[in-house]
C-alpha cells in the first residue's frame, strides 16, 4: 500500500483547522524563505503532519512546504536560499541544517522508508 493512500485516521476531522486549508495555499509555494520559513513553523502542530511529509516523499514532490519540510526538484533542503551566491556562513549553516532536518525524518520514521528521502547537497 502507498503511503501517499494511506488511510486517514478517522478521528481527524478533515475540516479541522488545518493550517494548509486555514491559510492561503501559496504560502506553501512560495519564492520567498520567509515565507517558507512560516509555512514550516505553521505544519509544526497539524495532526497529518507525518502523513502529510510520507506522501510527499513517497511521490518525490517537486517543490513546496509538505509536512513542515522544504522540497525543491524532490528533495529535502533545509531551508530555502536566496538567489546568488551563498555566503561562507550560510554554507556552513546549510551543512547543519541538512543533518538536523535527516535526524528529523528518522524521527518520523522515514529515513530508512522504501523510497529513501533524498536529501539536497
Partial sequence: MSLALAPL??????EANLPCRKFDPDLWFSDSPAELELAKSLCGDCPLRVECLAGAVERSEPWGVWGGEIF???AVV?????RGRPRK???ARDAALRVEAQ????ADGLAGSRSAVRLAA
Avoid: H, I, N, T
Avoid at 78 to 82: A, D, F
Avoid at 103 to 106: D, E, G, Y
Fill in 89 to 91: 556562513e550560510d554554507v
Fill in 78 to 82: 533545509p531551508r530555502k536560499r536566496p
Fill in 103 to 106: 535526524a528529523r525524518l528518522a
Fill in 9 to 14: 485516521d478517522v478521528s481527524v476531522d478533515l
Fill in 72 to 74: 525543491e526538484r524532490g
